[in-house]
């Protein structure tokens, strides 16, 4: 039987709050990049600071000779750590006279916004690991990577090419000769890299790559696969010292992301303010699982 005179959801609707955890993981989820090609790590809910992580050393095969004892392997093990020294938040403080007066598109902005900073700030870190990819040192030189025309050139700062099809095709060798798996391998590129593939008859055009129709790269604008690798565009590519971009073409087995909290929502009314104090946040930590599993290369921004 229904209550004519009763408090329902839609007369008390001001006292109700509303909740944006899941538009600000929505968010997050869709502006990364980098983050979602990596091999990930949970650590929800553990405590500790470094995630260690064994790296057995592959053994090899040894041919049994006729009534000889066979000599096992022996190997002293080593493990890769991955430390979580990582927490990042984004927090804006909405007076009362915004939330009465305001429309309700502001703070769906900032939650998408959040988001979108958090999710950038994640791929941005998961980019610079590649600085130690193939024996690199950790600094701003990008000293292991190679420049995108040919795929093995060193670069020095100041050689940067655009990419092409020989470089990619070296770079693939590359982890060939590494004994990287073809599965999960991705090449994440700039902006600019797209442009130049998009311009190479061979990656675009029918005659090549079979595609018609709206499946056809120049009418859909999507690179999608080359030579069995997944490409995809971040703008967080970063930029080396002598300002060339630097894309990575790697497997998901090359990086590590260790996510201690997950990305979270939070609201508390702040009376000494008037105000609501809206804060999102993640802990999380990045490292190297296999220097030879990827590579770097520089290209003109």
């Not at 983050?35 to 990930?40: C, R």
């Not at 064994?54 to 991955?82: F, H, Y």
């Amino acid at each position: 039987m229904a209550y004519p005179d009763a408090t329902t959801t839609t007369t008390a609707a001001v006292f109700i709050p509303e909740l944006w955890s899941d538009e600000v993981i929505a968010a997050y989820k869709a502006n990364l990049v980098l983050a979602a090609l990596v091999t990930n790590f949970n650590h929800q809910g553990k405590k500790g600071d470094t995630l260690n992580l064994p790296t057995p050393a592959r053994g090899a095969a040894l041919e049994k000779a006729a009534n000889t004892i066979i000599d096992p392997i022996q190997s002293t093990e080593t493990d890769t750590s991955i430390v979580i020294d990582q927490h990042w938040y984004y927090a804006r403080l909405i007076e009362d006279i915004v939330t009465v007066q305001g429309l309700d598109s502001l703070r769906q902005f900032y939650t998408d916004d959040a988001g979108y900073a958090l999710a950038t700030k994640v791929d941005s870190d998961l980019h610079l690991v590649g600085r130690v990819l193939q024996g690199g040192t950790d600094d701003a030189t990008w000293d292991a990577a190679v420049i995108g025309s040919d795929g093995s050139t060193a670069y020095v700062g100041t050689n940067e090419a655009a990419l092409a099809d020989p470089g990619i095709r070296q770079m693939i060798q590359t982890l060939d000769d590494a004994n990287t798996p073809q599965r999960d391998r991705v090449m994440v590129i700039p902006p600019v890299s797209k442009n130049t593939l998009l311009g190479l008859a061979r990656f675009t055009e029918q005659a090549f790559v079979g595609e018609v129709g709206m499946a056809n790269s120049i009418r859909n604008g999507r690179l999608g696969n080359i030579y069995g690798t997944e490409v995809f565009v971040s703008t967080q590519c970063p930029t080396a010292t002598g300002a060339a971009r630097i894309g990575l073409l790697m497997h998901k087995s090359a990086f590590a992301l260790v996510t201690q909290v997950d990305i979270r929502m939070q609201t508390q009314y702040k009376q000494e303010y008037l105000a609501d104090l809206m804060t999102s946040d993640t802990i999380y930590g990045t490292g190297l699982l296999r220097a030879d599993a990827g590579i770097a290369f520089a290209v003109v921004a």
